[in-house]
């Protein structure tokens, strides 16, 4: 028996004297106990399979093969990978909890970290964890995790020996040049004790296979795309890439790219705002909503090396989640040499930004939080002027004495023609006036809260006659006001609101009102 056993740990050389131990105590793991801890470091399925798919790019996978098979108590998940494979010492080595020092430098594409990832991500869904590898020219290596063996001998023990349904799930690998195959058995986190004709536990099982695939396209997005493409499939269906940010999408807002600054380190942070969903078609929207939804996606997404560890949220800024900021997303880009920095943790799914970078990320977040705001409330139409040259809209926002008011801006244009010195352009001024004090901000607000998505927008529901009814009467008291055809005509352009119709416009300036009309 002990020919087909190897050792999974190596006890370290001694680094202190005799004396020294004569005054300690060696405390070493109960294997048994540990290993039942290490099931539950907090592992879903869909990040599990994810850490194995790490190891599988971080050795150089062009192609990754993930199959789940049901079979009541004895389905299998396996992942398959046509990478550089290990040589026999090295598998031992891999098998080994804590096979790296954390504290080690990595080579710049490692998606790994803590030399865990193998091993706590296997035992968080499976009691057996198989591997079969070859390395270019080497013969195939096998180890086996048998964690009902572990807690029978209560010792670091590897076996050697592969199930026979284990072995046939690495036909695909042998068939390449090298490779690796990672089998789980035993899968009582995912199937428990359902029998295999058990209709709704096959199902369920599926059902998981489906929220793999939905997460692997979205963490694994980068890699999905590109020259050096990887082909990730689940059973027989390839995985496309699940693009948070609808660069694809022209109506997408980019917004300026920034470079911070930690120490040594920096880091890019890219802030997009998404388009309106009246600007997306009923699959784009559902598509770009995410497994979790569009408003648990806000927010911030962390890369490490292309590889997605955070999908949304406002990284414990002080920043909360609201209907009306959905459509703020920002991509910040790290390399592996920050992890420590960013609190990285084992399932590499939380990430914590340094105190340093934290006022700076927070300004960001802010910027694009208005925008997107803005966007949301107004499906990407301006309503408030930008800047002081801005024509686009007559409402203006005004700081006074620590508040934000809203009035409507005496230096556009249109409202110059129309408040004259005169009786009647002191009345208009008047009536500005009380219209910009009495908004209802509050109720606006809270019947937005309520029912956001059924807020008219300005003009929606205002038909072209009407509409170029008003165009004339704004025409007329612009030529009034001694204003030419054409600076009417240009000035009437600009108003984001008439931009939705440019037809009116045409035909206002092709064949506007005569005088007789206008009097």
């Known amino acids: 028996m002990r020919s087909s056993i190897t050792r999974g740990l190596i006890e370290a050389e001694p680094i202190f004297s005799p004396k020294e131990e004569a005054h300690s105590d060696r405390a070493a793991p109960n294997p048994a106990a540990l290993i039942e801890a290490m099931r539950s470091l907090g592992y879903t399925l869909e990040t599990a399979v994810a850490d194995i798919v790490d190891n599988s790019l971080s050795h150089g996978a062009s192609n ?37 020092d954390p504290r080690a430098e990595r080579a710049a594409g490692d998606l790994g970290r803590f030399g865990l990832g193998l091993k706590t991500a296997s035992f968080s869904q499976a009691s057996r964890l198989s591997v079969m590898t070859r390395a270019k020219g080497l013969p195939e290596a096998i180890r086996v995790w048998d ?14 020996e592969v199930s026979a349904s284990a072995s046939l799930q690495a036909e695909w690998m042998r068939s390449q040049s090298s490779g690796t195959c990672v089998v789980w058995e035993g899968v009582d986190r995912l199937v428990g004790d359902a029998s295999a004709d058990n209709v709704n536990a096959h199902k369920a099982f599926m059902e998981a296979a489906d929220r793999v695939a939905i ?9 999905l795309i590109g020259a050096s493409a990887v082909k990730i499939t689940i059973g027989n269906v390839a ?19 920034e470079q911070l600054a ?10 997009y705002v998404l388009p309106h969903h ?9 598509t770009a909503a995410g497994a979790k939804g569009w408003n648990s996606h806000q927010g911030f997404y962390v890369y490490r090396n292309r590889r997605l560890i955070s999908a949304g949220g406002w990284l414990s800024l002080g920043l909360t989640r609201d209907e009306h900021l ?18 990285l943790d084992v399932r590499k799914s939380v990430a914590s930004p340094p105190i340093a970078l934290r006022q700076e990320l927070r300004r960001i977040a802010r910027l694009t939080r208005e925008r997107a705001q803005e966007v949301y409330r107004h499906r990407g139409r301006r309503i408030v002027a930008a800047s002081p040259d801005d024509q686009s809209t007559v409402w203006e926002a005004r700081q006074m004495r620590g508040k934000t008011l809203f009035r409507i801006s005496r230096d556009h244009p249109l409202v110059r023609a129309l408040t004259g010195p005169d009786e009647s352009g002191r009345a208009t001024e008047a009536l500005l006036k009380l219209v910009e004090q009495t908004i209802p901000l509050a109720s606006i607000y809270i019947r937005h809260a309520e ?3 059924d807020q008219p927008t300005p003009f929606d529901d205002t038909k072209d006659a009407a509409f170029k009814e008003m165009l004339c009467d704004l025409y007329q008291g612009m030529r009034v006001a001694g204003h030419s055809h054409e600076q009417a005509v240009a000035t009437l352009s600009t108003l984001s609101a008439v931009k939705t119709r440019p037809h009116l416009i045409a035909t206002l300036h092709s064949n506007p009102p005569t005088l007789s009309e206008l009097d």
């Open 326 to 343: 959905k459509l703020a997303r920002i991509r910040i880009d790290l390399g592996n040499e920050v992890d420590f920095d960013w609190k």
């Open 64 to 100: 990754v093969h993930i199959q789940f098979d049901w079979a009541g108590p004895a389905s299998t998940v396996s992942i398959s990978d046509d990478g550089n494979g290990m040589s026999e010492k090295r598998l031992v080595e891999a098998m080994r909890a804590g096979s790296h």
């Open 147 to 160: 964690l009902p063996h572990v807690s029978k001998v209560n010792d670091w023990l590897l076996l050697r």
């Open 215 to 223: 997460h692997l396209a979205m963490v694994f997005g980068e890699f």
């Open 239 to 257: 995985l496309s890439r699940w693009d948070p940010f609808l660069r694809d999408h022209s109506a997408t807002q980019v917004l300026p790219q």
């Open 278 to 286: 009246s600007r997306l078609s009923k699959s784009e929207f559902v």
């Open 262 to 271: 930690d120490g040594r380190h920096g880091i890019s942070v890219q802030p």
């Open 451 to 453: 029912a956001p998505n």
